[in-house]
């Protein structure tokens, strides 16, 4: 599903990586190869050995959480700020969450053992990594909290804040169905918010388009929902 070349020696889209000192990046950059990232791309599977990881350049992947009945439930979101495959970093080789593209895009690719290998040579790669760790679990928690406390405008106006911010498109290309998923509900729902974010002139819509019309606008709708990640990211990593 992917093709692969030897990755570029000019300075990553990705801000993990562009973060790196040269001494690690060095570490890495022997082994991290360009690929092209369809939709719907599988990154991880629930309870399988992790393969590769991918360091986003462009484009979103989705953490999402698997129940027994398959109700699928995103809890997490990667783009160029960050990689899949954290549960090595902490690790373990496996996730019990799938990860897969919903916004297509390009990565840069490492394999699994060649990460656990540059990270036991470097303290400062793995702490680095781990801080990005770190984000992904605040993310996680905002998430848990938003679906609890916020009402669906407000959680869809936290993620389209997300999507540009992964993107730096004004429009993102999204069906209502893979909205419903992002936010758990259902797609009536999402249809119905998208129309009051429209009518208040923060949005447009197309054809399984958002199209971002007012970003200060959906900021102050998204409220207290949006932004303890991002400040945390940027303490943390820049």
Do not use: C
């Not at 949005?203 to 399984?208: F, H």
Request: glycine share 8%.
């Amino acid at each position: 599903m992917v093709s692969s070349s030897s990755a570029r020696s000019s300075s990553p889209g990705n801000l993990l990586l562009a973060a790196m000192s040269p001494a690690d990046l060095t570490l890495l950059r022997p082994h991290l190869h360009f690929v092209a990232m369809p939709l719907l791309t599988d990154l991880e599977r629930p309870n399988e050995p992790i393969k590769s990881v991918y360091f986003i350049e462009a484009g979103i992947a989705s953490v999402v959480a698997v129940q027994p009945d398959d109700t699928k439930v995103e809890v997490g979101l990667i783009g160029r700020e960050g990689m899949s495959g954290l549960a090595l970093v902490m690790g373990s080789d496996r996730s019990p969450h799938a990860t897969y593209i919903q916004v297509a895009g390009k990565a840069q690719r490492i394999a699994a053992k060649e990460l656990r290998n540059a990270i036991a040579k470097s303290d400062t790669l793995r702490n680095l990594l781990l801080k990005f760790a770190h984000v992904l679990m605040v993310q996680t928690a905002q998430t848990a909290i938003a679906n609890a406390r916020s009402n669906i405008d407000r959680r869809l106006a936290r993620w389209i804040l997300m999507a540009h911010d992964r993107t730096g498109d004004n429009t993102l290309y999204l069906t209502h169905e893979f909205l419903a998923l992002m936010l758990g509900v259902r797609r009536p729902g999402v249809t119905e918010a998208l129309q009051k974010l429209k009518g208040r002139r923060l949005i447009d819509t197309g054809r399984s388009q958002v199209i971002m019309r007012d970003r200060r606008g959906i900021e102050r709708m998204a409220g207290e929902a949006y932004g303890v990640p991002e400040k945390e990211y940027r303490r943390l990593i820049g």
